[in-house]
């Protein structure tokens, strides 16, 4: 034998995550919540969770890219748009692989049929011809302005869901804002501290640094106040807790089957961990893919492919947050919409206007909000795509007032600006 | 007087901005020339003689040398072919196609693997360390995701071709070069862009697309406020109409399957025959009878109808253009010299590429040799990408390197995973992007496995690694989904049963690489510790993750 079986020597390994070290932690785990006051730091976040009062939270996905939101909830009504899509239009109500009506007018792609239950029970609204009043049409500008909360303005520094989460009073935890991936996004940059766990079930495997002697070590480089020391900090408290929350659920969830798509697997962990973590406020994730320059497809193709993960993630997280549902808005945004005419590659440019998804406990769904602008020629935004005929920022402050409790001086706050209320959204959220 | 201290930390900056860190022997070879000597010689990198062991061991990777319509021939077409021949069988079941082309894509994962180890190898042991900095600038400035489709075949020889040669040339051929390669046709969509109601107009092929063209001015040349106009953009996409690959058409075998890609089914013009020489093994082909030949007016020029040479034309105007000489340059200094780079100096840059035509070796040596390049606050201010993060651990280490996996593995865990950024503006390069609590987790935790030599980077290559005769399966490099799903991890690599096999790093010779260049805190913290985590320590030092 020339070199090592992997398990002869474990123990010793700094590099491995060994079955040891990987018990010793879910121990440490136990004995922690066991005491009813988890890892109490330098921050009084633990404290804050026993108040049951604060435990509204909002939960933000971004669909990178532009979803083509007119065939995400499509004016079926409207023979321009049968016009205007010759290849890639969704077929009628009724027809096979036709739209799921929701009010007569519009209808939902049926690759989200897995979300036509939070419709009926009235828990998923639309809010369409919604978007950024900026006319770029960079996907980059576009997003950073959404996620800045400050259209047009780019020497914003800090993200509207920070802002969101600073302009509630007191001192923040480490994981009251949390974000799934690798890095942490443009909307959650700013004051508060941002915990991120990777994606897929690597957020859940053990690492080299869980191990107490080599953090232990570290420990000692990173001490002070610069920011990529604080960053270590905020990433071992985080991890932490993180980690012992996924690993107490862990043992309990047989194996871990994988979930059928990737995307369920994280709103199921992110669910799992709002369940058990009542200091999460704010959690982000992000999808791409929706970029649908060519071969878009109707019912079937690409962009169904790709709603279709969407819409059974989110059916899942809405079933598996459980109570935590009545206390939960969940936000779809996407920078712009595309083209209302199909390109001459089956399928659609940047456009303009398109349709947010606001589902929760605390909304009053069923309904599609806003003012449709209609899709005749006159109508369009330079002649091309769905008009804007209300901001992204007014559907998003409903939630923030109605929702999370916010003065309308908090709102300034995260939206520095923001227009007057146009009166489209009006009753979006139960009061 | 110079002190010690500062020619120190002039040779440590040049090696870090220059190049990614320092090797063992690096730090003592930059003392005994200078660190100007150095930066010169790093400006013009034929100059450099690389290791005939190197270039062997980089020329074994045959497929970035092929073209890519030998790459289309040999990886591409055998899968379409299997999935036509399933689906006159058994019809269109996904699940039957699936079998039936299984080992034909895990035999086409060898592509992307050879890409990036090519790139890696080069980067840790090249010489012509500027030269691979600039390799990675430029490909990430035009990004391609190798997880699109056909751009799995082609991104590693769209970087060979149309990148790495061209790096410290005119912009303007860099531009073409990018601009005439099929990955890039492919991944921006300008395959598919047609002149509507012309000869060629049909099927997928039936009208404008935009895609290309304004990314050609937001990312590759203007800049974003760079005064374009959307009537510029719909104008530079008619410019463009035709621009495209060529046509496999031909067989009879391949038929339906290849129409839906390509409905020209003409025998002339197709990958294998006689005349697919004369359109020339590229893989670029203009199609006269798609592209518009009116007349367009383009920021403020009139671009008369001459076939291709309209859309050369055009990246003349957009490659000689100021606004294109500030974005670029603003690109370079925010590399180089910092995340806020000082205006003056930008402005410079600019100047010196408009007097020379855009000549980027003429930009790199105002920046490299400006007061502001060695401006001391400047120094190691840069925090480290996840990319050179990887690559600067395992150059100080001087580990020689046969598997890869580990290291692309980790920054796919960091998020940034080579050829792996989906969308076109690729990866940044700023503090801003990369620091955050997790990733200081993860940096970490790479720097102990090496540092204490548990990461299994001594393995024989993967081909070799068979167990009891049994040929192991090519894993796949960079995962359709962009690689946001982590499937490695710092315990086990899933292609090999056997334990890590590296020899761990020396921390004193470690430090001596880096110049023993340490904070009070840190020298204290790695002498306090036990021997085995002084080497990780060092690795994942603060210092450690700026450059």
Known sequence: MIFQESDSCTECSLGSATPISRRAFIRRAAILSASGIVLLGPHAWAARSLDGAIKRRLVVVFLRGAVDGLNVVAPHAEPAYYDARPTIAIGRTGASDGLVDLDGYFGLHPALAPLESQWRDGTLAFVHACGSPDPTRSHFDAQDFMESGTPGIKSTQDGWLNRALAAIPGTHGPTEALSLGPTVPRILKGKAPVANIALGRAAERPMPMDRPVIEAAFDRLYAGNDSISRAYRDGREARKRLMSELADDMAVANGGAPSPNGFSDDTDRLARLISRDPTIRVAFMALGGWDTHISEGAANGQLAGHLKPLGEGLASLARLLGPNYQDTVILVISEFGRTMHENGNGGTDHGHGNVMWVMGGPVKGGKVYGKWPGLSPGSLYQERDLAITTDFREPIAAVLRSHMQFSDAQIDRVFPGRPCSSGNVDGLIKV | ??????????????????????????????????????????????????????????????????????????????????????????????????????????????????????????????????????????????????????????????????????????????????????????????????????????????????????????????????????????????????????????????????????????????????????????????????????????????????????????????????????????????????????????????????????????????????????????????????????????????????????????????????????????????????????????????????????????????????????MRREPAVVPRDGGGKVRFNFGADPARPHGPRMTPPDPTQLAATLGNHFSPSTANAVQASPAQLRAPLILGSPEFMKR
């Not at chain 2, 063992?24 to 070879?29: I, L």
């Not at chain 2, 490659?319 to 100096?345: E, R, V």
Request: net charge neutral; charged share 20%; glycine share 8%.
């Open chain 2, 1 to 470: 007087m110079v002190s010690e201290e500062a020619k120190r930390d002039q040779i440590l900056h040049v090696l870090n901005r220059l190049g990614f860190g320092p090797r063992p022997g690096d730090f003592e070879r930059v003392r005994a020339i200078g660190p100007d000597r150095y930066v010169q010689q790093q400006l013009h990198p034929e100059s450099i003689p690389i290791a005939p062991d190197l270039t062997e061991r980089v020329n074994q990777y045959r497929t970035i040398h092929m073209s890519p319509i030998a790459l289309f021939l040999e990886y591409q077409r055998p899968i379409m072919q299997a999935r036509m021949a399933t689906r006159a069988e058994s019809g269109s079941d996904q699940a039957s196609i699936r079998d039936a082309t299984k080992d034909l894509r895990i035999r086409q994962r060898i592509v992307m693997r050879e890409a990036v180890e090519a790139r890696l190898m080069r980067a840790i042991e090249g010489p012509r360390q500027l030269q691979e900095v600039m390799t990675a600038f430029w490909f990430n400035h035009f990004n391609i995701f190798a997880g699109k489709g056909l751009d799995n075949i082609w991104t590693g020889v769209f970087e060979e071709t149309a990148i790495r040669p061209h790096t410290m040339g005119k912009f303007r051929t860099l531009l073409g070069a990018t601009a005439h390669h099929p990955a890039m046709l492919f991944y921006l969509d300008n395959w598919q862009n047609t002149a509507p109601g012309s000869p060629g107009s049909k099927g997928k092929f039936e009208g404008i697309n935009e895609n290309y063209a304004r990314e050609l001015m937001e990312l590759h040349t203007l800049g974003v406020n760079g005064g374009y106009s959307q009537a510029d953009v719909i104008a530079l996409a008619h410019i463009l109409t035709g621009w495209g690959l060529p046509k496999p058409g031909g067989e009879r075998m391949q038929g339906a399957a290849m129409g839906r890609f390509y409905p020209f089914m003409r025998r002339r013009d197709n990958f294998w025959s006689p005349r697919a020489a004369a359109v020339g093994s590229s893989g670029f082909y203009f199609d006269a009878d798609r592209h518009d030949f009116s007349s367009q007016n383009f920021l403020a020029h009139r671009i008369d109808g001459d076939a291709v040479a309209q859309g050369e034309r055009a990246l003349d105007i957009l490659a000689s253009s100021a606004a294109t000489a500030n974005h670029l340059s603003f690109k370079l200094a925010q590399y180089f010299i910092a995340d806020d780079p000082p205006k003056a100096l930008v402005s410079r840059m600019a100047d010196r590429y408009l007097a020379t035509d855009g000549e980027i070796r003429a930009v790199l040596e105002t920046m490299l040799t400006s007061a502001e390049f060695q401006d001391p606050r400047y120094c190691g201010a840069k925090f480290k990408t996840p990319y050179e993060y990887v690559v600067s651990c395992v150059r100080a280490t001087g580990v020689p390197v046969s598997n890869y996996r580990p290291l692309y593995g980790t920054m796919q865990m960091l998020g940034m995973p080579l050829y792996g950024c989906q969308t076109p503006n690729g990866y940044a390069n700023t503090q801003d992007a990369w620091l955050n609590p997790n990733a200081m987790m993860a940096r970490l935790s790479f720097a102990t496995a090496l540092g204490s030599g548990n990461l299994p980077l001594e393995n024989p290559p993967f081909e070799e690694a068979a167990d009891g005769g049994a």
